[in-house]
């Protein structure tokens, strides 16, 4: 962060407080308001947190305007062409690319570390046969501080980096068994021999009676789809990750906090929500009642898997997952399918209807991904754990982030009070 000479001034009933100005690598330039209540005695309203930085990062850049999206510097684009997801998990956590001796000690390490304690298995057991897998999810993410006694000390920076190996290492692995164990099946352990997108379908897909063959194009498109969502700056669920932390709270509970907050529709839980509703549309010809309900004022249905807070241009996410979407319909032979056939229509209606080109709104990435997943066979239920499988990498380097940094405060925002003012307690028999 580099002060420049701007300063920005603001005047309150005639007195005057200048406020520095930050300027970032890219981006608008940042108020630095942290002295403003102690001098003027003012808070700052920003409900959504739409025009406030809540910290410095050097992970990830988003410019929502142009469409643009980059990890470390490096374009999306690139990164889903070029690279893999184990390569951007070592790019998000480390910083840089790793040479290909590093990249080979990173992938073993993750490998090894695939299995869970035994003894959550038993953890497993008492959920509902019918819970939802990020119900699953929450829980068993956050009972691992139980487990791992050994990588809960923040203040260790090894221990962050053993508990950041486990995370990305096991989610796979919590996630396939959250599914296995809500469709009655045994848990299927993971195997060393295969890449990480390629054990996470296995761990998923074989059953006793039969092992699963890994299709080179459908592990390719899964690893995508994890690329696709490693990180994504201070959306909601990193900035619940990074306000957990900032009390001091262990990784597993941070990226349990992190889960929780990724479920909501508005969210990761968007995914879901966006196939139930192609489900609920069912035909082409009932598209036109979906478009009158999501422009209608009085009416809370939202076309799912389109808009969003921070792209007001084609999410680039969304451009990759588009490819990968045609290419996996097609080696499946599904693209006659009559749900694919409305989101094709609702996606070409919604792109050249006024009311979605005047608000700026896309589809956004879950639009395409739960289409792969759907064609994939997964069930609905499954989409959101698998974003939030993809994304722990985000979460943890952003917390790794946080820690490393010897200034960072907890978080406690302020508030407009617009409650009663302080009044006499009237005892019961006087109400
Ligand atoms: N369908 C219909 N209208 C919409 C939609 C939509 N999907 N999204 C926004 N609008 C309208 C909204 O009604 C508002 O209209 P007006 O200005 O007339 O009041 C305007 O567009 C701006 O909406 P907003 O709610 O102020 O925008 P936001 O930045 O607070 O919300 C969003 C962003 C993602 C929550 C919202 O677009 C939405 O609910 N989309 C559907 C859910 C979804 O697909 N979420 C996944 C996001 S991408 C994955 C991730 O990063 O988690």
Request: aromatic share 10%; with cysteine; net charge negative.
């Amino acid at each position: 962060m580099s002060e420049t000479q701007k300063t920005a001034t603001l005047t309150i009933d005639g007195a005057t407080y200048d406020l520095p100005v930050y300027s970032p690598t890219s981006g608008p330039d940042v108020l630095d308001i942290r002295k403003l209540y102690g001098q003027a005695g003012v808070f700052t309203y920003d409900p959504g947190f739409t025009s406030t930085a809540s910290c410095e990062s050097t992970i990830t850049y988003i410019d929502g305007e142009e469409g643009i999206l980059t990890h470390r510097g490096y374009p999306i684009g690139d990164l889903a062409g070029k690279s893999h997801y184990l390569e951007v998990c070592y790019l998000l956590l480390y910083g840089a690319l790793p040479t290909a001796a590093e990249l080979e000690d990173f992938e073993s390490t993750i490998t090894r570390h695939t299995m869970l304690h035994e003894q959550m298995v038993n953890f497993f057991r008492g959920f509902r046969r019918d819970a939802h897998p990020m119900a699953i999810m929450v829980g068993v993410v956050g009972a691992m501080s139980a487990f791992y006694h050994d990588s809960t000390d923040i203040n260790d920076p090894r221990q962050r980096e053993i508990a950041s190996h486990r995370l990305i290492a096991k989610m796979p692995t919590i996630a396939a068994m959250a599914y296995k164990y809500t469709i009655g099946q045994p848990f299927v352990s993971p195997r060393n021999d295969l890449d990480y997108a390629s054990n996470f379908l296995r761990m998923c897909f074989a059953v006793p009676a039969e092992d699963y063959e890994v299709n080179p194009i459908l592990s390719r498109a899964m690893d995508r789809i994890f690329t696709l969502h490693a990180d994504h700056e201070q959306n909601a669920s990193t900035s619940t990750v990074r306000l957990a932390s900032s009390s001091g709270a262990n990784p597993f509970a941070c990226i349990a906090a992190g889960i929780a907050c990724l479920w909501g529709p508005a969210h990761g839980g968007a995914n879901q929500a966006c196939l139930e509703m192609l489900k609920e549309i069912g035909s082409v010809d009932r598209i036109p009642e979906y478009i009158a309900r999501a422009k209608d004022k009085n009416d809370p249905f939202r076309l799912m898997g389109f808009g969003h807070r921070v792209y007001k241009n084609m999410d680039p996410r969304a451009t990759v997952m588009k490819e990968s979407a045609d290419e996996v319909l097609e080696l499946l032979g599904v693209e006659d399918n009559p749900l694919l056939q409305v989101a094709k229509e609702l996606e070409h209606i919604a792109l050249n209807d006024p009311y979605f080109k005047d608000k700026k709104l896309f589809p956004n990435v879950d639009f395409y991904s739960g289409i792969i997943l759907e064609a994939m066979g997964f069930p609905t239920s499954m989409f959101t754990p698998i974003f939030a499988l993809s994304r722990t990498v985000g979460w943890i380097s952003q917390w790794k982030e946080q820690l490393s940094d010897p200034a960072h405060k907890i978080g406690r925002p302020r508030q407009l009070y617009l409650g009663e003012d302080v009044r006499s307690y009237a005892d019961i028999e006087n109400r």
